[in-house]
């Protein structure tokens, strides 16, 4: 979990600006290739269903981006808690695929 | 794929796709061959029909027992002062063994030649069979008509994590798969909630051989037993994380099985459905756990015949679990209690020991047999072997490890009950008749749960292992 506010944080300051590019940037530090189309969708769905909820009140976005003060102090200026919290959620799914997790 | 194909055995062909051999594999055509020339293993129960590893199988034959609880008394509890009653040895306290006896002997710790120790507590005769059991065991006692006592257990090793190898995996070496990864892999799982094989323990310690008494060895990983802790979280990192709600925890499950798949179409890469597997286990167990730990839903009759206490960590409460476990389709649960390694203050602690585990061990049997289930539960009590009629030397009751006789008792699932098997010499320290070594106990295991176990083999390194590996003849005059 801890390693998915992380790299949801990174994502957000480093990697690029709209969620198009960001997705790269976080499939690609997990999986090093590009995502295909149907992996792109399924990431970019997961993370607009959760945008949703999140703004809608659902979930608290720092319950799940993480309670670290460190984090809220180095959220990129423009991004919100919101899309932090979405992001975990996107870097969380990641982080657990088997392609990920396996060498083979 | 001549390293890893333990992983694709019992597969359906289809599902390990050309394609994937093209990816993956930059060997294996030779290997390929020697399969081929090889042939089939042994265990003939037809290739997986889907991707679930745990669908229930038919064995060699029909089985007595469905379900295994083994009751492991970790440490060795001392068959001298429990079931293998020796008035003689009362006698020869405080003199030396026989030479012959003791000649080629080698002990753990002391030197074989220490002065003899009588047994420190009363024997009586109960229940229609007669069966002799100590004082200590007031309440197994009553049920003594229910179970086999065998008195000529023996074993190969004389230390605990060696011996506790032995008696779970077959062999003193780590590797082995334990039986009751043996059992999942030959029988499925009745279960869709909980894991085919869980581990439970309580007492002053878990046991001296660690996960390696519940490994798959080299059997597929989701063959090995999950260890359930009786306090806090029951199985780590089961609960989502603080203030995750469960929509968002089945989006994102959904949206990691829908990517596996995904790479699973692309690979066929069996072990990616095994992940799968095991991702949904995992969320349908976060709330068939708490459900089964839930022991404030048992009526206050059978905790109080079991001696549980809700929310208080005992061997008690994880003997009704393992009811609980049972019921709910669970194929082989594993209870150790340390230690009962009495080197030293036998009386005080074996005491202690018998307090903690001889209420809820009867209660078991009592309990799965009021419930009908005692007829296909196969209930296992007892150590990893025995300990020595020789005081330790520096103490004034301590026994050393004994490996050549030790006493276990077994219950239900096709077990003869009423009977006492097996006979030691005067000292309780050879066994004289009808010896059952942990191969046979094995052997006798699998027969019951419709096994032969020549033939529930499993083809690693390049030739077929079984639990009894080599040895083990199935002990008859234990059957119903």
């Not at chain 2, 979280?233 to 949206?255: A, F, I, K, T």
């Not at chain 2, 009704?320 to 389709?329: I, P, S």
């Not at chain 2, 009962?340 to 903690?356: A, G, M, P, T, Y």
């Not at chain 2, 066994?431 to 027969?447: I, K, R």
Request: charged share 20%; net charge negative.
């Amino acid at each position: 979990m801890e390693a998915a506010q992380a790299l949801a944080l990174k994502t957000l300051r480093e990697g690029g600006a709209s969620d198009n590019e960001r997705l790269t940037y976080a499939f690609r530090r997990c999986l090093t290739r590009l995502p295909d189309q149907g992996e792109r969708e399924e990431l970019l769905n997961l993370l607009a269903r959760q945008e949703g909820r999140l703004a809608e009140g659902w979930v608290n976005p720092w319950d799940i981006a993480g309670f670290d003060q460190k984090l809220r102090s180095n959220l990129p200026g423009d991004a919100t808690p919101v899309q932090l919290a979405a992001w975990t959620t996107v870097a969380r799914v990641l982080l657990n695929l088997d392609e990920t997790i396996t060498k083979e | 794929m001549n390293s890893q194909n333990q992983l694709y055995e019992r597969h359906d062909p289809q599902s390990v796709s050309r394609r994937w051999f093209l990816q993956q594999c930059g060997v294996g055509v030779g290997a390929i061959a020697l399969e081929e020339l090889l042939g089939e293993a042994g265990f003939s129960a037809g290739t997986l029909s889907s991707d679930n590893p745990f669908t229930p199988r038919t064995p060699h034959h029909a089985p007595k027992a469905k379900n295994v609880i083994f009751l492991f008394m970790a440490g060795a509890p001392s068959h001298l002062e429990l079931f293998d009653h020796k008035p003689q040895l009362a006698k020869f306290d405080g003199t030396l063994p026989p030479e012959e006896l003791i000649k080629d002997y080698r002990a753990a710790f002391i030197n074989p030649s220490s002065k003899l120790l009588g047994p420190k507590f009363k024997f009586a005769r109960h229940g229609q069979s007669g069966a002799q059991v100590s004082e200590l065991l007031p309440h197994l006692s009553g049920v003594v008509d229910d179970i086999a006592i065998v008195k000529s257990m023996s074993t190969d090793a004389f230390n605990h994590a060696p011996a506790q190898l032995m008696m779970t995996t077959g062999s003193q070496q780590f590797g082995r798969p334990s039986m009751g990864a043996w059992v999942t892999y030959g029988l499925g799982s009745e279960s869709q909630d909980l894991p085919a094989f869980v581990v439970f323990s309580s007492g002053k310690k878990g046991p001296s051989c660690g996960n390696s008494c519940w490994g798959s060895g080299f059997l597929p990983t989701v063959y090995q037993g999950v260890q359930f802790r009786s306090s806090g979280d029951p199985v780590l990192y089961l609960s989502s994380p603080s203030g995750m709600d469960e929509e968002l925890q089945r989006d994102s499950l959904d949206s990691i099985r829908r990517l596996n798949e995904m790479h699973l179409d692309l690979t066929g890469d069996p072990e990616i459905s095994t992940r799968i597997n095991s991702f949904e286990m995992a969320f349908r167990m976060q709330a068939s756990v708490p459900e089964l730990m839930d022991l404030s839903q048992e009526p206050q009759h059978v905790r109080d015949l079991y001696g549980a206490e809700p929310g208080k960590p005992s061997f008690a409460n994880n003997c009704l679990l393992a009811r609980r476990l049972v019921e709910r389709g669970v194929r082989f649960v594993q209870l150790y209690h340390e230690s009962w390694d009495q080197h030293s203050f036998l009386v005080r602690d074996i005491k202690k020991n018998c307090k903690e585990t001889d209420q809820a061990s009867a209660a078991l049997v009592q309990d799965l047999k009021q419930r009908g289930m005692l007829e296909n539960t196969l209930v296992l009590w007892g150590g990893e072997f025995g300990r020595t009629p020789m005081v330790q030397a520096g103490t004034e009751d301590g026994r050393d490890h004994h490996p050549n006789a030790f006493s276990m008792w077994m219950a239900g699932g096709g077990i003869k009950p009423g009977i006492t098997l097996g006979e030691t010499d005067e000292f309780g320290f050879n066994v004289t008749q009808d010896e059952v070594h942990v191969h046979d106990l094995h052997a006798t295991l699998l027969h019951l749960l419709g096994f032969d176990h020549k033939k529930l083999t499993h083809r690693f390194q390049g030739r077929d292992f079984r639990l009894t590996d080599v040895h083990g003849n199935r002990v008859d005059k234990l059957l119903a």
